[in-house]
């Protein structure tokens, strides 16, 4: 069997890590190179966390056979995603801010949390006077000269540490005072103290050094198909499929993130070698990509090919590449669906990471609303939100009948009496509202009306199988640009290449979504480039998130793309 690993923003975003078998004997390693949600500097290619599994059966990791690792370097570490400054005694606290930059005014204070702030309380010429106050109270001050390091300590546990660094960048006396920071580093002034026997989850810390803290499974992890298995609690969890895994992590809750970026698979390629490099990454090594869970394909590529001897990209040296893969319909009844590019199933299609219908040479792609086979149950007089302004309605039961109405933005559209095993729009069972898009005619919405259930006070029907296509088709054509790249071929498969030569640097627009990163590094004279494809995403943090949601996900350091990663 396979393992996906994947990291979610529950009920907003999902971050797919790479796939690995967890068959009898296998040993994988996921670190934040192949694993969203690990940490990892993006500037740097630095990371501290590791998750080493070692699997005695098939989907079985006995008792300390599950190592989860963070390296302690230079004081720092990285402890369930995000990164900390490591203290003694076994404190470590959070880094909030790594080597950012920020302006500050006077009259707008740099809130540090837990009643610190930073205070601007004068200029004079090159010079400026900042203030550490404590609820709302000083604290320390120093006078600083433009060009200066600087550093803040605040009391924790009756030693003095520091939660504010950086350099005093520039000065501008003017009626609004202002001063900008530079390479600021900002440290949490609420630590955590990690002690080896407590636990985390199924895991245990045993051991805590000057160089990594380390824990391991305290029982075992069974993983069957079906299942939705923890392994660190709030970090990494195991999602099955019928003969594939997921691995899901990173919750969050409202009063955080409301952007962040997520990062696939690192490569790091020799430019001092004299041969072409090249790199390619699919859903297996770029999470954000397409990817079928249950019917174990994907569809989308990108490859990126490098000059021998320049220093940016060929024309035609950048392409994406999606193929579509014809699914059946999970509704049996639909199998006898037979109009058109959806006769008996439909080309599942990724775009972007997001999965789409292929209708066939330039008549475009439609998004996928739905398309599942778990069990809904509504009652008389309930609606169900279908997405994009459609929803469904039961307007009344009557013995072995369900009265259903489709309806967009509130407005009936399709009307239908359903018996189930008696009558239907298709077969027995299945309410089919069909509509013309480009020319062809789609099954918009369908759904299996399983049975009716008549009660003295409610009654209910259970519905199964819902399929729902999106009514606005994307259409892509030969010569259209997206990003950097232009559209080559429609069909059988859409390609995008650049037509121009490209500069490759911190952040390389391929698509519309896709982005590509890079940051060199030169040792014992070689000089190589590490490049990560990323998305960037964006959510309205209230709007997805289900109320009684825990769970969070951290903000990180300005310089790194990490939230995610």
């Not at 594939?244 to 790091?268: E, F, H, L, P, W």
């Not at 174990?296 to 392409?319: C, M, Q, R, Y």
């Not at 990471?353 to 008389?380: F, P, T, V």
Request: proline fraction near 4%; charge should be negative.
């Amino acid at each position: 069997m396979l393992l996906v690993v994947i990291t979610p923003v529950k009920g907003a975003i999902e971050q797919r890590g790479p796939l690995i078998s967890i068959a009898a004997g296998e040993h994988t390693i996921l670190n934040g190179e192949n694993c969203p949600g690990l940490y990892y500097s993006t500037s740097a290619g630095t990371y501290y966390e590791s998750l080493e599994l070692n699997f005695s059966e098939d989907g079985l990791i006995d008792t300390g056979n599950a190592t989860y690792t963070s390296k302690i370097t230079s004081g720092s570490t990285a402890f369930f995603g995000k990164k900390y400054k490591v203290f003694e005694d076994g404190l470590i606290t959070e880094n909030l801010v790594s080597y950012g930059s920020r302006d500050l005014q006077r009259g707008n204070d740099y809130d540090l949390g837990n009643g610190y702030k930073l205070v601007l309380t004068g200029i004079n010429e090159d010079s400026a006077l900042l203030e550490l106050q404590k609820n709302s109270l000083p604290v320390t001050s120093k006078s600083l000269v433009k060009g200066s390091k600087f550093n803040f300590t605040a009391e924790i546990n009756g030693t003095e540490y520091v939660i504010l660094e950086g350099t005093l960048k520039q000065v501008l006396d003017s009626k609004d005072p202002i001063v900008s920071l530079s390479s600021v580093n900002q440290y949490s002034s609420a630590p955590i103290e990690i002690n080896v026997g407590d636990q985390y989850g199924n895991f245990e810390v045993t051991e805590f050094t000057d160089n990594k803290i380390e824990l391991k499974n305290r029982v075992p992890i069974r993983m069957s198909p079906g299942d939705y298995v923890t392994i660190l609690e709030d970090l990494i969890d195991f999602r099955v499929a019928d003969d594939v895994y997921r691995a899901c992590s990173y919750n969050m809750t409202k009063d955080v993130i409301k952007s962040y970026q997520i990062k696939g698979t690192s490569i790091t390629v020799n430019r001092s070698d004299s041969i072409p490099d090249s790199c390619v990454w699919t859903a297996d090594s770029f999470g954000m990509l397409y990817y079928d869970l249950e019917n174990n394909f994907s569809t989308e590529s990108l490859e990126l090919n490098l000059d021998a001897k320049n220093d940016w990209i060929p024309e035609g040296g950048l392409v994406y590449e999606s193929s579509p893969v014809r699914v059946l319909y999970k509704n049996p009844e639909m199998k006898g669906y037979g109009e058109n590019a959806f006769e008996g199933g439909y080309s599942a299609f990724g775009w972007d990471g997001e999965k789409y219908a292929y209708l066939g040479n330039n008549q475009g792609i439609i998004h996928i609303l739905m398309d599942d086979d778990k069990d809904r149950r509504l009652y008389s007089g309930e609606e169900w939100d279908l997405g994009e302004g459609y929803t469904l309605k039961v307007d009344g039961i009557d013995s072995d009948k369900v009265y259903l109405t489709v309806l967009s933005n509130n407005v009936a559209v399709y009307s239908s009496i359903i018996s189930p095993g008696n009558s239907a729009d298709l077969g027995t069972h299945t309410l089919l509202y069909n509509k013309t898009i480009n020319g062809i005619e789609i099954p918009l919405f369908s759904v299996y009306v399983e049975n009716v259930l008549e009660g003295n006070e409610s009654s209910g029907v259970n519905l199964k199988y819902p399929l729902h296509f999106s009514e606005s088709p994307l259409e892509i054509k030969v010569g259209e640009m997206f990003g950097a790249l232009t559209v080559v071929e429609t069909s059988p498969r859409i390609r995008l290449e650049n037509e121009n030569a490209l500069n490759f640097g911190s952040d390389l627009e391929v698509t519309e979504e896709i982005h590509i990163g890079s940051f060199e590094k030169t040792t014992g004279g070689n000089l190589s480039v590490t490049f990560f494809p990323f998305m960037d995403r964006v959510e309205k943090v209230d709007s997805v998130l289900p109320a009684t949601s825990q769970r969070f996900i951290p903000a990180m350091s300005v310089e790194e793309y990490l939230i995610g990663n």
